[in-house]
């Protein structure tokens, strides 16, 4: 049968699904023998039968009422008893903390004659007897019956002015207070029409339902979205025993963290106010005081408070927070759970608590964040959003400030000169690419965390504000307008890609003490968060099975890789070798080209060029692999685009000019032209039906190494064919290519120890029919954003204008672009791994799409066999630290 409700006693730490974080902590203390007030907890299960049916099951009363009973016996005191009452709070408590979601009333059990009792019990204190009272209106009255904060509020601010000048709560005596009582009961019932409960059992189970229907309240059902928190957990609600630290200076309450929350320093940190009650504390009713001058306040109670700290930290064997109140000199425990920390405090408990022999090895590595990693090493906008301009989304974090431009060319042309600049931009496209890369900082005005801007920038590390929508840019005046303020090109501004803020001028960064040490900073490397890094990057390195590579395309991005511990390049992309001047020419030619001889031709100016580019590449990467992926977009992306060529075209020869040569360009624009140019030719395909292309950049990759081993490097060469769907279409592209390898080096008279022909896997035949394409592979990269693409059957581009709503509605698990589907992306790469390994076991498998740096994906590869995981060279500690998680255990978040 259903068991409805727990005693404090009966419950523990684990039970959080069924009593609630608050309430299983609270149980928990209590076992530990701990001084917390008894009660009891109406389970979670009570919360969706009670929603569901649309009020409390007749069970779960009758269960409550036993368990008051109890309560009542054990505190020797009934509620609402006009003599001696027992006064309780009634307190939401869900799995994951929530808060200020879910309110808690205070004082229940006072009415008209109680809170004469309530005097009594304390030797005739009416002014503290009548204060509870009209806390406990006006919190039943705004939590329960929803009469407007501000009415109570209203009230209270007048009778404190009636009183004199700049009186505070505290200065309203007895007499004050019973006129106050007057007036909030008239206000209680000019909002509900109905006159102040005065039965303590209807107060509790009207305070009990209000908690339960809180649940589905809007504030609730937001939180739990944005925090992605299920709505189908419930809360549970606590009802305990009041004790109070509004009866005097020897009385008070505060907050504890057993280390402190931000540094993570083994320092205790609180807050602590005296004479109040709980909620004054959050409502910041009067200055708290740091918690440790409780020691000269009440020496015995902080000596008291200590130890239960040091006991609690010791049996979760984590930093605790934790809400206490001392009456009249005696300590009492409300609550505790783990406490949140910050992404800098985290890693430097982790370190402490496993130097302290708290935790081991394995649970200190748990213990940090993975997706929290990068933003330790990146610079901080020091003010606080005061004074920003415009807010948009924290779409790559990191600080940057800069001079306006408004086009990447601009850009590109600012950062040559030597200037830092920022990119604002309604919203970015490919062709941007290059000045987006120049830029410190991009700012978009349209556009969400997974529009291009943010892609780009998250994954080449530049911090970004994305879908400003206050901004509104004017490209004619080169200027945007924010707020009322116009800012021009040349301007300089900073963006704060952790908030979200924009700023006029330039603001005081603060550099990352983990960049500085990584940089040599001899000052910084002193620091313990630097230590702890190391420490526990290192055992994550010592403890990985996965191998961790770089998407890098140039030597600077291969070294900056290889700074970072990648061990190997799993995708170098060829395109960026086809722009550029003096290569757009010999592109066109190529392209154009009506002869065999032609298309050689132009091939012969690209090769040399190509050559050097891998040249460099390889020197930087000796002794590791290098993954290089032949062309793979469609050749349209080298040539203008087609609308504004023709219209430029049509202006051209309405002025009358000559336009012939434009026009041959139009027609072969026109030619190339395709309605889904992302399922048209590109990838392999381009290899099939442009032989030579593919044979040039063999050709360049083999010249190369055969330079870099004549110079006593070692190259370890992967040639990769992207795009490949049929078994056929990479045997018939070895078997062209492998002789053109063979002959570039035996004419440098060179072998190569590593040399490998492999594929990426990203279109769904090619998962499925893995064992048959495995026959013609050395191994298999997983192009999981082309994969992601061709399963959903989303365009990564396009589908931003619903990701949101799907994402909302739970339509896909999470936004796959960002995290390897499993069930279906997921289960396609389960399915070529297992049947690729048994046509060919000698396969190695990576995956280079940009789920490679992704935590949670970085786990999803470890489980299903991978060898490695190729990601931006910014996500390499992310990707060894994340692998490092997934071989010791599930990586679950560190605070909950
Ligand atoms: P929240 O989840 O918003 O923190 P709580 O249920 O913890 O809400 O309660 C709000 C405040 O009231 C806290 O400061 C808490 O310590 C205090 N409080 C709750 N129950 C009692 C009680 N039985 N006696 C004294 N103070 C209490
Ligand atoms: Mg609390
Ligand atoms: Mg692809």
């Avoid at 009363?61 to 016996?73: C, D, N, V």
């Avoid at 992967?718 to 002789?739: D, G, S």
């Amino acid at each position: 049968m259903t068991k409805y409700a727990y005693d404090f006693s009966e419950g523990n730490k684990d039970m959080k699904d069924l009593l609630g974080g608050k309430g299983a902590n609270l149980a928990e203390m209590t076992n530990m023998g701990l001084p917390v007030p008894p009660g009891f907890t109406i389970t979670t299960e009570a919360c969706l039968t009670f929603l569901k049916e649309g009020g409390a099951p007749p069970q779960m009363l009758q269960e409550a009422g036993e368990h008051l009973r109890t309560l009542q016996e054990g505190m020797g005191r009934e509620l609402g008893n006009p003599d001696d009452p027992l006064l309780v709070s009634v307190r939401s408590g869900a799995k994951f903390s929530m808060p200020g979601m879910m309110d808690t009333v205070l004082n229940l059990g006072l009415n008209d004659r109680s809170v004469e009792g309530l005097a009594k019990q304390t030797g005739g204190d009416v002014r503290f007897a009548r204060d509870a009272y009209r806390r406990f209106i006006q919190m039943f009255g705004k939590i329960v019956m929803d009469v407007p904060a501000e009415a109570f509020e209203g009230s209270l601010e007048a009778a404190k002015e009636a009183k004199f000048a700049g009186a505070q709560d505290t200065d309203l005596d007895a007499e004050d207070l019973s006129t106050l009582i007057e007036r909030f009961k008239a206000l209680y019932r000019e909002h509900t029409h109905d006159d102040f409960p005065q039965d303590s059992k209807d107060q509790l189970r009207l305070a009990i339902d209000a908690v339960f229907r809180s649940w589905n309240g809007k504030r609730a059902r937001d939180y739990r979205r944005q925090n992605k928190i299920s709505d189908d957990l419930g809360t549970a609600v606590n009802v305990q025993a009041m004790v109070f630290g509004n009866r005097g200076d020897d009385s008070g309450t505060g907050v504890a963290f057993t280390r402190d929350p931000s540094t993570g320093e083994r320092a205790p940190y609180g807050d602590y106010l005296a004479n109040a009650q709980g909620e004054d504390v959050v409502a910041g009713i009067r200055n708290t005081l740091p918690l440790v001058r409780l020691e000269e306040i009440d020496p015995e109670s902080y000596r008291g408070l200590r130890e239960v700290m040091d006991t609690l930290e010791r049996h979760y064997r984590d930093m605790c927070d934790i809400e206490f109140t001392i009456e009249k000199g005696r300590l009492w425990i409300l609550q505790t759970r783990i406490g949140k920390r910050t992404a800098f405090g985290e890693w430097v408990m982790a370190l402490d608590m496993f130097d302290e022999g708290l935790i081991d090895e394995a649970e200190a590595l748990l213990r940090v964040d993975a997706n929290r990693l990068e933003e330790l090493f990146k610079r901080r906008v020091k003010a606080d959003g005061e004074g920003a301009i415009a807010k948009g989304l924290n779409a790559s974090p990191g600080a940057a400030t800069g001079e306006v431009v408004f086009t990447a060319d601009e850009a590109e042309a600012r950062a040559h000169e030597g200037a830092r600049v920022i990119l604002v931009r309604r919203e970015t496209t490919p062709d941007d690419y290059h000045g987006m890369i120049a830029s410190q900082g991009i700012l978009t005005s349209a556009g969400g965390t997974n529009s291009h801007a943010a892609v780009v920038a998250r994954g080449e590390g530049i911090p970004a504000v994305c879908g400003a929508d206050g901004i509104r840019i004017d490209m004619r005046a080169r200027a945007f307008s924010a707020n009322g303020t116009r800012v021009g090109e040349g301007d300089v501004i900073t963006i704060d890609g952790f908030t979200g803020n924009v700023y006029v001028g330039e603001l005081e960064l603060e550099e990352s003490v983990l960049e500085k040490a990584r940089q040599g900073d001899a000052v910084a490397q002193e620091q313990k968060i630097w230590k702890a890094f190391e420490r526990l990057m290192s055992v994550a390195d010592a403890r990985r099975r996965l191998r961790v590579r770089a998407n890098a395309d140039t030597p600077d991005q291969s070294t900056n890789a290889r700074d970072r511990g990648a061990e190997g390049i799993g995708l170098c992309r060829t395109e960026h070798m086809f722009l550029g001047e003096e290569r757009v020419e010999a592109v066109r030619r190529m392209i154009f080209a009506e002869t065999p001889e032609e298309e050689q031709a132009a091939y012969d100016i690209l090769l040399p060029l190509q050559r050097d580019d891998f040249v460099g590449i390889f020197r930087a990467m000796s002794g590791l692999p290098v993954t290089v992926r032949l062309l793979d977009p469609p050749l349209h992306e080298f040539l203008p685009n087609q609308v504004d060529l023709a219209v430029e075209v049509a202006l051209a020869e309405e002025r009358g000019e000559d336009v012939a040569e434009r026009r041959v360009t139009l027609q072969k624009v026109n030619e190339l032209h395709e309605a889904n140019p992302m399922l048209g030719l590109r990838g392999v395909r381009l290899g099939i039906v442009k032989p030579g292309l593919y044979a040039m950049q063999v050709r360049a990759i083999c010249e190369a190494a055969a330079t870099v081993k004549a110079d006593g490097g070692d190259p370890r060469v992967e040639i990769m064919i992207p795009l490949v769907a049929t078994a056929p279409e990479l045997r018939q592209m070895r078997e062209e290519l492998e002789p053109v390898a063979g002959e570039a080096l035996r004419a440098a008279g060179v072998e190569l120890d590593h040399l490998e022909w492999g594929t990426m896997i990203e279109l769904p035949r090619a998962a499925v029919t893995a064992g048959e394409i495995a026959e013609h592979a050395d191994f298999f990269s997983f192009g999981t954003n082309d994969l992601t693409q061709t399963a959903f059957g989303f365009s990564r581009d396009d589908i931003g204008k619903f990701v949101g709503m799907y994402e909302e509605r739970k339509l896909v698990p999470a936004n796959p672009f960002v995290t390897v589907d499993r069930p279906g992306v997921g289960r396609l790469m389960s399915i070529a791994c297992n049947e690729g390994r048994a046509a060919n076991p000698n396969l190695h498998l990576g995956i280079c799409g940009e789920h490679g740096g992704d935590p949670a994906s970085v786990v999803f590869c470890h489980e299903a066999g991978l060898d490695y995981v190729s990601c931006s060279p910014f996500r390499i500690e992310t990707a060894r630290l994340a692998a490092g998680q997934a071989a010791v255990g599930a990586a679950e978040p560190a605070s909950m």
